[in-house]
């Protein structure tokens, strides 16, 4: 399959038209950014590994029953995909607190919440990609109806029921993640998008070691080496 037109250029991926019109390319970057895009930075092989590593979760999460938009993968850092109609809300899932929750609302950092948290934020990033609440999301029209709230509800705790027992069984603690969802061309609302640590926080369960974009974030170190311990934990036999 090769690549036709640049269809779309995100901060972490460019998405290409294909000879086929419900199918697209989507490369990932190896560019870094922060704090809605303020802070920048690029590690080479960075959009490598996150393919790597969001390839292995997505079929992951297929096997489990998770419809996605992943076809298969082309090449180190380009995956063939389903086009979808991305809907612009930002399905963020802790259960640890940390980031935006501990500002917002002064939870100690590192508490243990007492349930998985799901929140939407508006994907907006002239609007600073503020949280929303059901009725924002109607207002806004963003999704059809109630339902399509509750779905991306339960799938943003199916995801985390998957996800987090793997990522234990690997000595990461999956802190919080944010996933997006897209419509096909028959209204199914499937994980698009990438999981990686770009947008998941991995802390190693001994140490609380951070293997994730905080890195960049708070400047504490190179994100590759510590990506490249995540793959490499993923993949463990
Ligand atoms: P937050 O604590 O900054 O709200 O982030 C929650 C989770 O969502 C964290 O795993 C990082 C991820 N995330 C993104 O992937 N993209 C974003 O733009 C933001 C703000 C967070
Ligand atoms: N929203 C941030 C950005 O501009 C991403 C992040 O902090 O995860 O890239």
Redesign the pocket.
């Known amino acids: 399959m090769q690549k036709k037109e640049l269809l779309y250029e995100g ?1 972490g991926k460019k998405l290409y038209t294909t000879d086929d019109k419900e199918l697209l390319i989507s490369e990932f970057k190896d560019d870094l ?5 303020q802070k920048k930075g690029n590690e080479k092989g960075k959009g490598e590994l996150n393919c790597k590593i969001s390839t292995q979760l997505f079929n992951l999460l297929t096997k489990e029953g998770v419809q996605t938009h992943l076809v298969k993968t082309l090449d180190d850092n380009s995956q063939l995909v389903k086009k979808v109609s991305i809907i612009p809300i930002e399905v963020v899932v802790r259960n640890i607190a940390t980031g935006s929750l501990t500002k917002r609302l002064g939870i100690k950092e590192g508490t243990v919440l007492p349930l998985t948290l799901v929140e939407f934020y508006y994907k907006d990033d002239a609007l600073g ?1 503020p949280l929303i609440n059901d009725e924002h999301c109607l207002v806004l029209n963003i999704v059809k109806n109630r339902a399509d709230l509750q779905k991306l509800r339960e799938l943003g705790t199916k995801i985390n029921d998957i996800l987090k027992p793997f990522f234990a069984d690997r000595d990461l603690k999956l802190v919080d993640f944010k996933v997006e969802f897209g419509v096909d061309k028959d209204g199914n609302i499937l994980l698009a998008d990438e999981i990686s640590p ?1 947008s998941c926080r991995f802390w190693d369960a001994t140490t609380n070691e951070k293997l994730d ?1 905080d890195r960049f ?1 708070q400047g504490i170190g190179e994100v590759k080496v510590a990506y490249e311990e995540v793959l490499k934990r993923i993949l463990k036999a």
Do not use: E, I, L, S
């Open positions: 901060k950014t922060a704090f809605n895009a990609d770009d974009k974030r």
